[in-house]
T-cell receptor, first 114, second 110 residues
Framework: ETGVTQSPTHLIKTRGQQVTLRCSSQSGHNTVSWYQQALGQGPQFIFQYYREEENGRGNFPPRFSGLQFPNYSSELNVNALELDDSALYLC?????????????FGPGTRLTVL | AQSVTQPDIHITVSEGASLELRCNYSYGATPYLFWYVQSPGQGLQLLLKYFSGDTLVQGIKGFEAEFKRSQSSFNLRKPSVHWSDAAEYFCAYNNNDMRFGAGTRLTVKP
């Protein structure tokens, strides 16, 4: 059984650019959640996708957008990058969108915005 | 506002000593509570979770946590800490959006 994978591992961008991060969910999981973890802080919920539909969103601006594909993999897109977007981006997959579900996390993508 | 508070930013314990990491939540209904551990350069791993029933929950790696509604707390404990337990620990609750505390960094002295 393959766990949650994310690509790339590290990324460096400049202000104003756009970035796409990718996540492959664990086998059998149809839900993917994305989190932003700034240095020294806990993860902050960005949004969740369940069966290709957005199923909840945290307090992030519209320039953070996502997609989920028929195979339940997912992308996080961030437009007009700002310095404060520098963080570890984590995705997690689960068997459904229920609050009781265990979320299985990938290793993250470290984004640096210069 | 709904929140999770971990009052201790950093804790140091000696190997073999007992450990308690504190977590308080602010939410009206019974939340779904979780403890995760994060080692450097890695994602989060679930230690244990509480939804209902027995308020003392057993997890992996010898950890346990106790839900106390009257204190709005969900503290994590381990009777004897190992050097490999050094990591960042996060308490979280989930009510359609998972909210994490700021984390407690655990250092283990030889």
């Amino acid at each position: 059984e393959t766990g949650v994978t994310q690509s790339p591992t590290h990324l460096i961008k400049t202000r104003g650019q756009q970035v796409t991060l990718r996540c492959s969910s664990q086998s059998g999981h149809n839900t993917v959640s994305w989190y932003q973890q700034a240095l020294g802080q806990g993860p902050q919920f960005i949004f969740q996708y369940y069966r290709e539909e957005e199923n909840g969103r945290g307090n992030f601006p519209p320039r953070f957008s996502g997609l989920q594909f028929p195979n339940y993999s997912s992308e996080l897109n961030v437009n007009a990058l700002e310095l404060d977007d520098s963080a570890l981006y984590l995705c997690a997959s689960s068997t459904s969108g229920a609050s009781t579900d265990t979320q299985y996390f990938g290793p993250g993508t470290r984004l640096t915005v210069l | 506002a709904q929140s999770v508070t971990q009052p201790d930013i950093h804790i140091t314990v000696s190997e073999g000593a007992s450990l308690e990491l504190r977590c308080n939540y602010s939410y009206g209904a019974t939340p779904y509570l979780f403890w995760y551990v994060q080692s450097p350069g890695q994602g989060l791993q679930l230690l244990l979770k509480y939804f209902s029933g027995d308020t003392l929950v057993q997890g992996i790696k010898g950890f346990e946590a106790e839900f106390k509604r009257s204190q709005s707390s969900f503290n994590l404990r381990k009777p004897s800490v190992h050097w490999s337990d050094a990591a960042e620990y996060f308490c979280a609750y989930n009510n359609n959006d998972m909210r994490f505390g700021a984390g407690t960094r655990l250092t283990v002295k030889p």
